[in-house]
């Protein structure tokens, strides 16, 4: 048995898991290794770099036992099952004290249930997001920690030195109670998923409507993530329309299927969302086109019942403008969406949530990091208790500079068929959340004809309920 001492320890060897460790070990940590799959350990010893102290065990026992009390664990293993199942194994291992970190996307119930569990055996359990996929692991990711604070403290300094830095400051900071740190994650994928969705739209627009060929729509991308848009996911769909295909030749993207394959995180959101009853549009619509993508066959067969294989070409003046425009207020909608939730979260779920670190994390080494956060984090200085980004006075300028362009984008999408659900979905989003006065009487009115439900009245107060087919002519 090895007598060294290791600083950290990471069960799961995958990409993210090494790449991760591989950080730490840059980063001057000693760190250890364990997979169930030998060839992983083995393969962590060979990518270190030179004088780095990095060791893959075949034997969990052996790598628990070589690490520096208190032991520093993290799991990167698929979320669910695996993790419990990885738990039992090493809760004989540790002692009252050790600090286990599950960096996975887990379920933050889950990572709830598992605090409260870990709590009674005095073992310090935190769930914490990592985004930035393999790539950002490596070379410097945003993390979401959340949970026992004295636990955040002690792991601070690697997570610190392996994060993304935003003009020189970690991309990571403690972000709330419990399970605050997955239930960020989990936001931050919902939002991920509200405007890839947006994203892919606008892409349709400009191939099938405009007419753009392939290379003109690499440099319409890129030009767009050159100003105040710039963000990661239009940075690599501007490459993807550069990338030809290994197999057969000609644009890769054009022989991907449009199955789209998800893993659960965005329809949390939106079920998390419903329980709180915080309107989150774009990301529900952003799992249900999701779900809608892998009906193939029967796309297939209303496609040729309602003869919609052809779009009538767009060729208004400034329609490539126009795009921009629309799917920059649709990205901020999504924000306002996301971030909406996070404060009706962390209130209901007691977790308190800084979003102002929020959004500071998120500036680097994420999916979703874009120039607009820094536009956010202003609103966040000026009132760290915003409920909702559109009522920010620069943040509610900037979208109505932005406003002509989407209604006059989302109805020529309506009149060429060409489908824009989720800039439908902002704009409607928009006109109701900016509605004094919504027909949500109406609906009152309704429940209490047919059930007795009850309703308000706008000049008295108290519960009112009417007899209403006596008062039918
Ligand atoms: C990240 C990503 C990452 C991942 C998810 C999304 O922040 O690095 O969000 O967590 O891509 O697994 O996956 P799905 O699209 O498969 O749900």
Redesign the pocket.
């Known amino acids: 048995m090895s007598s060294f001492q290791y600083d950290f320890g990471m069960i799961g060897l995958g990409v993210m898991g090494s790449n991760l460790l591989l950080n730490m070990a840059d980063s001057g940590f000693a760190v250890a290794g364990y997979d169930i799959d030998k060839n992983k350990c083995a393969a962590l010893d060979a990518s270190a770099s030179p004088k780095k102290i990095v060791k893959g065990f075949f034997d969990l026992n052996e790598m628990i036992a070589s690490l520096r009390l208190p032991r520093k664990v993290m799991m990167l293993v698929p979320a669910g099952k695996p993790v419990d199942d990885v738990l039992s194994r090493i809760v004989p291992l540790l002692a009252a004290g050790d600090i286990v970190i599950d960096g996975g ?1 887990s379920h933050y119930v889950d990572t709830l249930r598992r605090v409260n569990a870990m709590q009674e055996l005095g073992i310090h359990f935190m769930g914490i997001g990592i ?3 393999e790539e ?1 692991a490596r070379s410097g990711p945003s993390i979401m920690p959340g949970g026992d604070l004295k636990a955040y403290e002690a792991v601070k300094p690697v997570l610190e030195a392996v994060a993304a830095k935003v003009n020189g400051k970690p991309c990571v900071a403690y972000l709330g109670m419990g399970a605050a740190g997955h239930y960020v994650k989990m936001v ?2 919902g939002i ?1 998923y509200g405007i890839m969705q947006l994203i892919s739209e606008t892409y349709w627009l400009l191939k099938k409507g405009a007419q753009l060929p392939n290379d003109q729509l690499h440099e319409t991308f890129k030009k767009w993530n050159e100003g105040s848009m710039e963000s990661f996911l239009l940075e690599i769909t501007a490459n993807i329309f550069t990338q030809i295909d290994d197999l057969a030749g000609g644009l890769l993207l054009d022989v991907i299927s449009d199955m789209a ?6 329809k949390w959101t939106s079920q998390d969302a419903m329980d709180i009853a915080v309107p989150i549009p774009n990301i529900d619509i952003a799992v249900a086109i999701r779900n809608l993508s892998a009906y193939k066959n029967e796309r297939a067969d209303a496609a040729l019942l309602y003869q919609s294989g052809s779009f009538k070409a767009i060729n208004s003046e400034n329609f490539i403008e126009q795009s921009r425009d629309a799917l920059h207020f649709a990205t901020i909608i999504c924000y306002a969406q996301g971030l909406a939730l996070l404060h009706k979260a962390s209130e209901e779920l007691h977790m308190e949530i800084p979003v102002s670190e929020v959004i500071r994390v998120w500036r680097g080494g ?2 979703i990091r874009a120039a607009f956060l820094d536009d956010l984090a202003e609103a966040f200085q000026k009132n760290s208790n915003l409920s909702n980004i559109l009522l920010d006075a620069s943040i509610a300028e900037k979208v109505r500079s932005l406003e002509k362009s989407i209604r006059s984008l989302v109805a020529e999408a309506a009149l060429s068929g060409l489908p824009v659900p989720g800039h439908m979905a902002a704009l409607s989003y928009f006109d109701a959340y900016r509605s004094e006065h919504l027909p949500t009487n109406l609906i009152q009115a309704q429940r209490d004809y047919f059930g007795a439900h009850t309703y308000q009245r706008t000049d008295m107060t108290g519960s009112f309920h009417t007899e209403w087919k006596q008062t039918k002519p």
């Open positions: 996307n985004s930035g996929g950002g931050h994928n991920e394959g998800s893993k659960g995180t965005g994420c999916i």
